[in-house]
């Protein structure tokens, strides 16, 4: 599994470890929806949406990007199975993200919810790059 | 004493001290006892994360954490920390994504006795008539943005304002339900958006409404004020701000984050992200912050009226009968405003509670008229399987803690460790066994939230009873607990 669960008292803590920038992103994405639910079927009608961000740090970048899914998670009760053509570019002093999230529409009670995600905080949040892979620490707000 | 590499100074048996060193700015101070300091705080980061607090520019006397400290992000849950309001900072972190989540305690003139056959009826309507679980919403029709805004603005009066209790209800509540200066265009649409229809719901985690017995009684003068009696059937309701209080937080911790340069902080940890008190970034924070908490008190206001229709649905008496009224509604993840003494003078600080409860001692103006004498009600919820219990302020709590005690238990295990310990019990039966109803979304949120996974709540609430901080007042016994 490229990404590890740490154990946290109050919370829930990760660690991930990516070759790719991209990759590292991605799976942070799918350890937070491990977190969040337990559905890995969306029925056969899927659509498309496409998440952009624009931060001034990679780590704003992540903080951003888990928070746009898990506001679709919750709150739209819309959850992603495939991330694609997931890019992160650096322009103009700033880092943009732009990916496409293949999901669904779920019903609540369908959901099959673990916990109640609050928020991505930034505490020990550190994106860097050793030994050729790039990894991070990601603390959830439970 | 060491815990992990820091020492720590014993200042009594049941305070202990950090000196200053690095970038601290004041020393840490820790309420605990030896045993728990052994047991609970060698293994996780609370402690640096009290050190990193102390480096909190503006910070005033001491980092401080109460007994119920574990490991957060930025600040520990369980800490406290003031700041000068003119050189000061104001951080999200030392709040909280559940801004405003607190306790509310009402009681009823009804008695163990009276209710033992109907436990599982009331349970089953209270878990009706209250939505709870992630993402619980409905409990009242779903609320324009304007009507949404009013809420914001006028806290708790609005569900006074809307038949959800009696006007009396804000006297009893922390700041009278309402905190002043909450302007709501500070606050996102998408904030906005998540608390349409949140009003009135209970939510998941360790969030809960709770029926209890008084089980015993500690000072019969107190608890005769604050209206209690023993085997007396009273509520305890747990919960925040929802949706719209996490995005709040997290909308302002991204302006603040990227502030640092701005200001020249150089934190230790970027969930401590802050601005100036005084700044426009500052303001606008405690504005949108003040607006979450309005949110919060009239969501426990609602969840209050609905817990008693359920009683008068269950049992068939009347509101007389039943003589269901609220006793106190504290906040315990809120950053206020207060004048405390410094160094001998009476100054304006900006108090951080993130998992904290206010303690005001006696003849206090900031208290309700009935509680001049007892000092304000401090209401600490223990696991779903022990006892809560009630405590008053005090003096000395003034005078050390910045008029704060506890606010819980406070995590044992991980909800990890508590699955895996859960698996193959039957939790439900077990709590069956010791006269405890239990209704909840599923397996998961009772095995999480089993009481082993807790701390005992009562060496929480004495380390603050024999310091002085809160001194205790009733012991509550749980018997019917619905959750998310």
């Not at chain 1, 990760?14 to 994405?29: C, H, I, K, N, Q």
């Not at chain 2, 305890?236 to 990227?258: E, N």
Request: proline share 3%; aromatic share 8%.
């Amino acid at each position: 599994m490229p990404y590890k669960f740490l154990d946290h008292t109050a919370d829930v803590a990760f660690e991930v470890e990516s070759e790719t920038l991209e990759g590292l992103f991605v799976d942070s994405a799918f350890a937070l929806k491990e977190v969040a639910c337990e559905l890995s079927n969306i029925g056969s009608k899927s659509e498309t949406k496409i998440i952009n961000c624009n931060e001034i740090t990679l780590e704003l970048l992540l903080v951003e990007f888990l928070n746009q899914l898990n506001f679709l998670i919750f709150f739209k009760k819309w959850i992603f199975t495939t991330i694609q053509k997931l890019s992160i570019n650096k322009a103009d002093g700033e880092i943009n993200l732009s990916c496409e999230l293949i999901g669904n529409k779920i019903d609540a009670e369908a959901c099959n919810f673990k916990v109640e995600i609050k928020a991505i905080t930034f505490h020990q949040m550190k994106i860097e790059k050793r030994k050729g892979k790039y990894s991070t620490k990601v603390v959830l707000d439970i | 004493m060491k815990v992990r590499d820091i020492e720590l100074i014993k200042i009594s048996d049941n305070l202990w001290e950090i000196p200053k060193f690095g970038g601290m700015l004041v020393p840490g101070r820790i309420y605990s006892s030896q045993k728990m300091i052994e047991t609970t705080l060698q293994n996780d980061e609370a402690i640096n994360q009290v050190i990193n607090v102390a480096c909190l520019p503006g910070i005033q006397k001491y980092s401080l954490a109460m007994p119920d400290i574990h490991w957060g992000y930025g600040f520990p849950i369980g800490g406290v920390a003031a700041t000068d309001i003119d050189n000061g900072v104001i951080s999200p972190g030392g709040v909280g994504y559940d801004i405003n989540c607190g306790v509310r305690l009402a009681k009823t003139n009804l008695i163990y006795n009276e209710v033992k056959n109907k436990i599982q009826k009331l349970v089953e309507n209270l878990f009706k008539n209250i939505p709870t679980g992630v993402g619980a919403s409905g409990a009242i029709k779903k609320l324009s943005k304007e009507e949404l805004k009013k809420i914001l603005r006028k806290g708790s009066n609005w569900a006074i304002e809307n038949g959800f209790g009696k006007d009396e209800d804000v006297l009893l509540t922390e700041e009278n339900g309402c905190l002043k200066d909450a302007d709501p265009s500070n606050v996102s649409e998408k904030a906005i958006e998540r608390g349409l229809d949140q009003a009135g719901t209970l939510g998941s985690g360790n969030h809960f409404l709770e029926v209890d017995i008084v089980e015993e009684i500690f000072d019969r003068e107190k608890a005769s004020i604050f209206g209690l009696f023993k085997d007396q059937i009273v509520i305890q309701i747990h919960t925040g701000s929802r949706g719209l209080g996490y995005q709040i937080c997290d909308d302002y911790l991204k302006t603040l984050v990227s502030l640092e340069k701005k200001y020249a902080f150089n934190l230790p940890d970027k969930q401590l992200a802050c601005a100036p008190i005084k700044s426009v970034e500052g303001q606008d924070y405690l504005s949108a912050m003040r607006c979450a908490a309005n949110f919060a008190w009239n969501n426990r206001q609602i969840i209050m009226h609905l817990a008693k229709k359920s009683f008068e649905d269950t049992f068939n008496i009347s509101e007389n009968e039943l003589g269901f009224s609220l006793i106190y509604d504290v906040c315990h993840n809120i950053a206020k405003v207060e004048e405390h003494e410094i160094d001998g003078k009476m100054k304006k600080v900006c108090v951080h509670r993130k998992g904290a409860t206010r303690a005001f001692p006696p003849k206090n103006k900031f208290i309700p008229e009935k509680y001049k004498t007892s000092g304000q009600p401090v209401l600490i919820p223990g696991d779903m399987g022990r006892y809560s219990f009630v405590c008053a302020g005090t003096e000395k709590a003034m005078q050390e803690t910045f008029g704060s005690s506890c606010h819980g238990a406070g995590r044992l295990q991980s909800r990890h460790k508590a699955m895996k310990e859960a698996k193959g019990k039957d939790l439900l039966s077990e709590l069956n066994k010791q006269g405890i109803v239990i209704q909840a979304k599923g397996f998961r949120t009772i095995a999480e939230e089993m009481p082993q996974a807790y701390k005992d709540v009562s060496e929480v609430v004495d380390v603050m009873h024999n310091a002085g901080i809160s001194t205790k007042v009733a012991k509550l016994k749980p018997i019917g607990v619905i959750k998310g």
